[in-house]
């Protein structure tokens, strides 16, 4: 709809020769109009067809317009009802109003007085739609179905994702870097009563644990030196919405009661804050560690542990869902050919075999990685087992034999593997192996500490210090 061009508009009015007048000079204007003898009426034809703006008089026999306005409030909650009376007065127009009237004119008006209100109407309306729009395109970016796969474990993933957008209980995601799991908490957000607020993510491994506090609580100013106004966190940020909690695992333990707090009682205290702001919240967590070890440790609240994980999804590995790599290639094609503006004919069949062999321990970021090369290097033509990585196509040992299957090692060991292969291609740079794997500098290092990973001595060129250049 543009302009007032399609608004639809139901007249109802009592006097025939009015009603005559109004539903003739506003069909010439443009507005899709009926008429109405009369409120009952009103209330059939609106049944028949619902109308965008109601125009009714007050004073009728039988029904009045009062009435009417308050029955089409609760049958027909998006119609706007504007009331007309030729005993109109300041208090009578203020009640109409507190009455869910969307305006107020008396008699005797112009006809171009009515028509003003109908095209304030419709500007609201087409915003309206407009923004219905825009959030069903959301809605359909971050559904559970752009999780692409048909393997029994993708099938289960979806259905958990559809079940947990419908509850509001704290939902704890699983899985390796590179899994998906921010996508899997954007549909939970998105699919469920609050995709109309804020999803507000948070990478806890990248904030510094001086700033934790204050970025996710918020703080008032002067708590600090430099805090020289008042800051609103994150959590409040996120209230009527959704907190998404990346690498929940890297919460400082000093400040994992003060988000147990919040899930309790939801309240927080800003940094230097004398009363408590009440938040609204849906808190999705997500995580590539193994929180329970971390409780064992004494790293992690075993009280928070159980409040984060009341409802579990978890992210399988690519590795364990090689089905899937066929369609989710195809898919992550055309994507990045609109990114990069030209169009992708597809991919061989033999670059398919090549992408079915591989055991993927970057899981779906490694294997966007590698078709963003190979699709660059085809440059509009069809992609092929030459377009990607020398380490791609190289065949597996012959003589490990079934051993040399995806299952062959466990997901730590692929882990492990990647990450010391990705640190020597780098020279040991952690900085540039961490954007090469798509995770930050401090997980990576805990990932170096985990698996006990030992780079070159200091001081040569590879030495430590290089990480910072």
């Known amino acids: 709809m543009s302009g007032e061009k399609g608004l639809s508009v139901l ?200 700033l934790f506090e204050s970025t996710l609580f918020g703080h008032r100013r002067g708590a600090f030196t430099g805090a020289v106004e008042s800051q609103v966190g994150l959590v409040e940020q996120s209230s009527g919405g959704t907190l998404f909690l990346d690498e929940v695992g890297e919460i400082p333990l000093g400040q994992q009661a003060k988000l147990l707090r919040v899930l309790q009682d939801g309240e927080l205290t800003p940094v230097g804050g004398a009363r408590p702001v009440r938040v609204d919240l849906r808190l999705i967590a997500a995580t590539n560690r193994d929180l329970e070890t971390l409780v064992r440790g004494g790293t992690f609240r075993e009280d928070l542990y159980y409040r984060l994980n009341v409802l579990r999804v978890e992210m399988p590995p690519l590795a364990e869902r090689l089905e899937d790599v066929p369609p989710l290639a195809e898919h992550l094609l055309v994507e990045m050919g609109r990114e990069h503006g030209f169009a992708v004919p597809g991919i061989t069949e033999e670059a398919l075999e090549v992408l079915r062999r591989h055991r993927w321990p970057g899981n779906v970021r490694e294997l966007r990685n590698v078709l963003e090369r190979a699709l660059l290097v085809a440059r509009g033509r069809r992609i092929d087992a030459a377009d990607l990585p020398p380490s791609l196509r190289a065949p597996l040992p012959e003589d490990l034999g079934p051993a040399a299957s995806p299952g062959a090692l466990s997901l730590d060991e692929m882990e492990r593997e990647h990450i010391e292969r990705v640190l020597g291609l780098c020279h040991w740079n952690r900085s540039a192996a961490a954007r090469a794997l798509g995770i930050d500098r401090r997980t990576l290092f805990s990932k170096i500490q985990r698996y006990g990973l030992i780079g070159p001595l200091r001081g040569g060129p590879e030495a430590d210090g290089a990480d910072e250049g």
């Open 11 to 210: 007249v109802v009015e009592d006097d025939a020769r009015l009603l005559d007048i109004l539903t003739s000079h506003l069909d010439r204007m443009g507005f899709a109009v009926r008429g109405a003898r009369g409120a009952a009426a009103a209330l059939q034809r609106l049944e028949e067809a619902p109308a965008d703006v109601v125009i009714s008089d007050v004073r009728m026999p039988g029904m009045d317009g009062r009435t009417l306005l308050q029955i089409a409030g609760q049958r027909f909650p998006a119609t706007k009802v504007v009331l007309m009376t030729a005993f109109g007065s300041v208090d009578d127009a203020v009640d109409a109003m507190r009455a869910g009237a969307y305006s107020y004119v008396c008699k005797p008006f112009k006809v171009e007085e009515i028509a003003a209100v109908l095209r304030n109407v419709a500007r609201e309306v087409s915003l309206g739609r407009e923004v219905e729009g825009l959030r069903r395109a959301v809605r359909e970016r971050w559904s559970a179905d752009r999780l692409i796969g048909n393997s029994p474990r993708m099938r289960a993933v979806r259905q958990a994702i559809r079940d947990a957008a419908q509850v509001a209980a704290t939902v704890l995601v699983t899985g390796a870097s590179g899994t998906g799991k921010e996508l899997a908490a954007r549909a939970i957000h998105f699919e469920g009563p609050r995709a109309a607020g804020p999803f507000v993510p948070v990478n806890c491994a990248a904030v510094p644990e001086s």
